[in-house]
């Protein structure tokens, strides 16, 4: 079984530009969230999809950033434009549901903005 | 509020020695508390989780915490290391209304010196 797939799996883009990553869950998986990790901080909660809605986007920055999940399926996140401080680590993980089973994270998409 | 504090960003033992990594936390109310592991080049890893049953939890690879109320604590050991143990650690809380609402520490890169 495949597990939690993100791409690309490092970006370098220039301030100002676009970028998106994109995750693909664990099929089955209605819930799948992501996460952010800037260097040498914590991870830090960004949003939570529940199929194809946001069931929590609390942790989301500003609005520079645009989170979907168009089907419940993969989802994509978007940062236009993107800033410096924007450079780090976005996680994705999924879990069947929220009680307790195991959720599962991807490798992560490193991005640094230059 | 949650929030968790792991001290010492670098930790660096011989291999055969004790692996201690330390957490604290603080939760409003009583916590799930979890530790994951993050081999270069992986996404995260869970090793242990502690949801309010026994306080001495035992994971994979050898690792164990034990949670302690009284300290605020789940601190994570094994009694040797391991070269293959070397990776950054992170700790993390959350609460059974939203189980993989995740709030982390900073995490700790383990050293193994041969």
Known sequence: EAGVTQFPSHSVIEKGQTVTLRCDPISGHDNLYWYRRVMGKEIKFL???V????QDESGMPNNRFLAERTGGTYSTLKVQPAELEDSGVYFCASSWDTTGNTIYFGEGSWLTVV | AQSVTQLGSHVSVSEG???????NYSSSVPP???WYVQYPNQGLQLLLKYTS???LVKGINGFEAEFKKSETSFHLT??????SDAAEYFCAVTRAYNFNKFYFGSGTKLNVKP
Request: net charge positive; hydrophobic share 50%; charged share 20%.
């Open chain 1, 47 to 49: 949003l939570h999809f």
């Open chain 2, 53 to 55: 049953a026994a306080t």
């Open chain 2, 17 to 23: 020695a004790l692996v201690l990594l330390r957490c």
């Open chain 1, 51 to 54: 199929k194809e809605s946001k």
């Open chain 2, 32 to 34: 799930y508390l979890f």
């Open chain 2, 78 to 83: 094994k009694p040797s290391a391991h070269m």
